[in-house]
């Protein structure tokens, strides 16, 4: 099973767009991370925490979740990082089919992970927005008012345990 996100992340000045791809294989389980340098354990840990402390089982398979293109990476600060938690975590929901999309490839979202289970996303300013409709992606999204399609959230985290928007 392959699938693949695209994920934002916020800079200082910019924002970047980034695409994540994964699958699954039946080799040793685990969880790998591909192309976050030092970011790698940090993010892994805390997606194991989450589905632990929510009780959803992982199946033993290997997980790799890869980086397209680790270069848009540099010089970037674990603030901006941050954001890329969310797109993670939901192709690796994903990969374990925990959530009821049948793919998200077209899909386009930034946000991070408390260990409370409080997920920040970021919303999209006006030159996002002109990227998505352009690109024809489907932004991932709080609920509310738009005018481009886009999948709300919760909606797609609605089977997952003590899981909060913010």
């Not at 294989?25 to 589905?51: D, F, N, T």
């Not at 352009?134 to 709080?142: E, G, I, S």
């Amino acid at each position: 099973m392959e699938h693949s996100i695209k994920a934002i992340i916020k800079g200082k000045t910019s924002y970047h767009v980034v695409t994540f791809f994964g699958y699954t294989s039946k080799g040793l389980p685990g969880i790998e991370l591909v192309g976050l340098g030092k970011y790698s354990k940090q993010i892994k840990e805390k997606l194991v925490y989450l589905c632990r402390s929510r009780s959803i089982p992982m199946p033993l398979q290997r997980f790799m979740i890869c980086l397209d293109n680790h270069a848009c990476l540099d010089g970037l600060d674990t603030n901006e990082i941050q954001w890329i938690e969310l797109p993670i975590f939901l192709l690796f929901l994903q990969l374990m089919k925990k959530i009821s999309i049948r793919s998200l490839e077209n899909c386009l979202c930034g946000g991070y992970l408390h260990i409370s289970g409080d997920i920040y996303h970021l919303p999209l300013n006006a030159k996002l927005e002109d990227y998505v409709v352009d690109k024809k992606l489907v932004p991932l999204l709080n609920e509310g008012e738009r005018k481009y399609p886009y999948l709300p959230l919760e909606k797609i985290l609605e089977n997952i345990p003590a899981i909060r928007i913010c």
